[in-house]
């Protein structure tokens, strides 16, 4: 895929008034979307509780959206070269909202899997165009630093802003109404980007190539079902089957770009070491994170008992954290460098990875206060770096590509962190110790637990509830070992990639 800017000099953008306030619409776009991955981690006990899905389905209601959105990233990226990327960004965001309802109001777990999925599809419409917007309004490399640090802590706020407002609804009304909080921020961001937003496409942009896009649909999917139900349930026909297909339409979508003249992505981007490596640390970071992530809030809930707003106060230090150095970041890695500011934060969200692998149903808040805190300041300097490095080493022609690359290195990570880190969570869970009676249900995940205790005797409920719990702490301690392993392990592959990387210093 080779898109084209419209032209404009460092000084025209310099000086372009409104540019600020069109960043404000931007982040509200990372913020809709980042306020709906926390909240359904929050929302996820009482989903389990009152859906009644499986171990498998509950976490397809978690991941679906990643695949999805992975799958058809590249492909929406293109469409908004094509189109205009303001106006798939704020037909996107109006898609968002009104998804929204089909979760807030889903009767089964097949009906939430299925609005999930369609929140994917609009979900992809609205990341590749930000950060190629943000290329187009900022090409003062010092200030495009500062937009993608703003852009970066604002999907990091909404990580803080989602768990405290869900907690908040999730106390006073149905879990559903957590979902509906996407309502009002789509709103405002549709009503103030049609009138501060520039739109921007390519002049030379050929066709929109469905055979390309069913290709990476198709591939990405494929493999990610392939390693999720591998990592679960271990090697089938079935997923082997799954794993050759994926890999077989992957291999097809890449041979196709290069024989396309306008390809949906332009393979050689990825000869650019620069680019190749922050992709790739984007990719093993939000993998090694997942589970976390998803996993936390049930613990901070079902297993320690706390109410949902203060679950998600608790989760307050990381996006303090992040916020704080993602506006630093920039100033940071020119002060040092690129790979010391990306592996310094890797190095720090795996150590703090590694220091809760000594997690149990009794941990004092300030042991997990402060791992959360360090996990939030590693990864907004490291990945607020990455975007710029993305960014910046490449075109401003190719600013969507690159901008869809990099989510969906993103996106993917996070499915397949999901994938493999929850597949391990469920399967040590699953083995816990029961007294005669209990549900099956119960064994399926822990909020299946909580609500089959209250139809047991007392005594019998209290012991099987308090053998589930410690079995889902002992497979998040596993989890965060295998991050911990995952994160260190990215952060000596982003020093080798990351040699002699430079952020610009002038336009």
Not at 202 to 219: A, H, I
Not at 229 to 255: C, I, K, N, S
Not at 388 to 411: F, I, R
Request: charged share 15%.
């Amino acid at each position: 895929m080779t898109s084209t800017l419209q032209p404009a000099t460092t000084t025209e953008a310099v000086r372009r008034p409104d540019r600020w306030l069109a960043l404000s619409v931007l982040v509200l776009a990372v913020l809709l979307v980042a306020v709906d991955a926390t909240v359904l981690g929050l929302a996820t006990p009482y989903i389990s509780e009152d859906l009644e899905p499986s171990g498998t389905q509950l976490l397809w209601i978690g991941d679906v959206y990643s695949f999805v959105i992975a799958g058809l990233l590249v492909s929406m990226g293109s469409l908004g070269d094509r189109i205009g990327r303001k106006r798939i960004l704020l037909i996107g965001a109006t898609a968002f909202g009104l998804i929204s309802v089909l979760n807030a109001y889903a009767t089964s777990p097949e009906t939430m899997i299925a609005a999930r999925a369609l929140l994917g599809v609009a979900g992809a419409t609205l990341m590749p165009a930000t950060l190629a917007l943000i290329r187009n309004l900022f090409h003062d490399p010092r200030e495009r630093s500062l937009a993608v640090g703003i852009w970066g802590a604002t999907a990091s706020a909404g990580t803080a802003v989602g768990p405290i407002l869900g907690g908040f609804l999730l106390e006073h009304f149905w879990w559903g109404s957590v979902f509906l909080i996407n309502l009002p921020v789509m709103l405002v961001l549709v009503l103030v980007g049609m009138k501060t937003l520039p739109e921007s496409r390519n002049p030379d942009r050929g066709p929109w190539d469905l055979v390309s896009v069913t290709l990476s649909l198709v591939g990405v999917i494929a493999v990610v079902y392939a390693v999720k139900e591998t990592a679960g349930h271990g090697p089938t026909w079935e997923t082997l089957a799954a794993a050759v297909l994926g890999a077989g339409a992957l291999y097809g979508f890449v041979r196709r770009q290069f024989a396309l003249p306008v390809p949906l992505l332009d393979m050689r981007l990825f000869r650019r070491r620069g680019f190749s490596g922050a992709v790739l640390a984007d990719l093993l970071t939000v993998l090694g994170m997942s589970g976390l992530v998803f996993f936390l809030s049930q613990y901070l809930q079902s297993v320690q008992g706390r109410r949902p707003l203060e679950a998600g106060l608790a989760e307050l230090p990381a996006a303090v954290g992040a916020v704080t150095a993602g506006l630093l970041a920039g100033r940071v890695a020119r002060r040092f460098s690129v790979r010391a500011v990306v592996c310094g934060g890797l190095a720090a969200i795996g150590l703090a990875l590694a220091v809760l692998t000594t997690v149990t149903r009794t941990t004092g808040y300030p042991l997990l206060g402060a791992a959360l805190l360090v996990v939030g300041v590693g990864a907004g300097f490291s990945f607020t770096v990455t975007a710029d490095v993305v960014l910046g080493s490449v075109p401003k022609n190719q600013a969507g590509a690159a901008s869809a690359v990099s989510e969906t290195a993103y996106e993917l990570g996070a499915a397949l962190g999901i994938a493999l880190l929850g597949s391990i969570v469920t399967g040590v869970y699953r083995g816990f110790a029961a007294p005669a009676g209990t549900p099956g249900r119960a064994h399926e995940s822990l909020g299946g637990a909580v609500e089959a205790a209250g139809h047991l005797p007392p005594a019998a409920g209290a012991e099987m509830l308090a053998s589930a719990r410690e079995a889902f702490v002992d497979g998040l301690a596993v989890a965060s070992g295998v991050g911990a392993a995952v994160l260190l392990a990215a952060a000596v592959a982003a020093w080798f990639l990351l040699r002699g990387q430079r952020l610009e210093t002038a336009g």
